[in-house]
Every structure is written in C-alpha cells, then in structure tokens.
C-alpha cells in the first residue's frame, strides 16, 4: 500500500509537460536546418568584420598609392590591390559596411510602408482599399532599375550620397510587400477573434496592431529575408552601372565595376573576383536563411 501511495503522491505532484509556442518551436526547427544557420553564422560574422573594419585596419581606403598599383595578392596585400594601389581586401570589409547598410536599410523602409499601406487596405476595405491599391499598381508599373537611375541621376547632384540612393529605391519598391500583406490581412479579418474585437467596439489601430499584425509576422519575416537580398543586388547593380553608391564610397557593386575595364577582367581576377565571390555568398546565405525561416513558421512541419 505504501508502495502505490509513493506512485500516486508521484503523478499527483508531477507535472504535465509545457506545449510550447509556435514561435519557440519554428526556433528549434530553425535551429535544426543546418544549412540556415551556417548561412546565419557567416551574415553575422561578415556584418562583424564590416562593422569593426575601422578597428582591424588603419589604412585609408580612399588613397591612391602610385606604387601599388596592380599588385597580385601577397602578404602585405591578402587579396591584392586595385587600379588604384587600394588594398582589395580593406576594401572588402568597407564595401560591406556601404552595402548591407544599404541593404538593411531599405529592407526597413520597404516593410515599414508596405506593411502600413497594405494593413489599412486590407483592413478598411471599400474606397479605402481601391484608392490604396491603385496607386501600389502605379507604383508597381514603372520599370523599377530603369526610374531608379533617372530619379537618382536627377537628384545625386542635389542632394547626394548614399542616403539618396536608399530614398530612392524604398518608394519604389514596397508595393509587393503592400499586396502580400493585404492579402493575408484580407483572410485574417474574417475570422472570430477580430470580429469579436470589431464588435465590442475596439478601434481600428488596436485592432490591426493586437490582432492582425501578429498573424501575419511570419510572413513579414520571410518577406524581410527576400527583400533584403534583393535590395543587395540591386544596390550592387546600380552602383556597377555607376547610378548607384558614389565612386568615392566603397560597395561591392563598385568594386565590380572595376571587371568593366578588359585588362583587369582578363589579368587582374583579384580585383573583381573577391567582390562577386562574397556577393554571391552573400546572397546565397540570406535565401538560405530566408528558406529556413519559411520552413520553420509553417505549420505542416511543426512535431
């Protein structure tokens, strides 16, 4: 009798095992995908050096050196230097720093309207909801590279710099965010919880910001990783036309344009190829983590 006490008193003291959230376990499958979080480690190990380039060299990046001109890599030089005698790999690490500037901060811009724009939308609905979503169509119609050129030709000389360049590219391009989110929005406000919330007389900005927006974060999240990729590319595509960061800024889209000269194309690899190596990885890394983070939130993977 003692013996059944001690077993009862034991499954009347032992708890039940917590179910966890939604988001601690796409966090432990996100954890799992080997592949996304070696493409994470290496994002935060190149945003590091980026951001600590100042620290780990002393060397101006925007001097000409006469002398060094051309060199292949060496030990002084690791990855050589450019047309210029500027050391590649300094450059590399400061390149970063303008690019996945670039990249993060119109990816911000980007989501914060497209969210904005799309959760009234799909929220309101009626005139509110055509009005917004024909001017994301005009926004949408023009031809994204070819206005980013002529809108950032017609304002660099007035205002400059990189700050213009993500201006530019932000207006123009959080129109297809804006549709995904009114999307989800659309299919999220019919459900219980937000009519419940509409019916007792919750106002329209609680309702979104308590209700809907928390529904549709995952897809923002995915949204975010795609975005940021390719604001990257196109910042490096823009500044290797020479429409995009100044040349006197390093980027790896301007270290690029160097391979446009024959000469250093066909002989001089180590100028251009360090620079499409890290782009591409770069790129790589962020779709991994961005099919990693899918994969996590969706609910038919979740054990």
Known sequence: MEVVHNKDSQLQTSKPPKSMSPWAMARRKFMKNKLAMISLIYLLILAVLSLLAPYITTIDISRVNIGEMKLPPSADHWFGTDTSGRDVFVRLLYGGRVSLFVGVSCTIIILALGVLVG????????????????????VLNFPFLVFVIVLNA???GKVGGVGVLIGVISLLGWGGVARLVRSKILSEKENEYVLAATSIGGRPNKVIMKHLLPNVMTTVIVQATITFAQMIVAESALSYLGFGVPQEVPSWGNML??????????SMPWIWVPPAIILVLTILAINFIGEGVKDAFNPKSFR
């Open 154 to 156: 017609i304002l660099f």
């Open 257 to 266: 344009s160097a391979s446009q000269q024959p000469e250093v194309l066909q």
């Open 119 to 138: 959760a009234i939308a799909g929220f309101f609905g009626g005139i509110v909801d055509s009005m917004l979503m024909r001017f994301t169509d005009f």
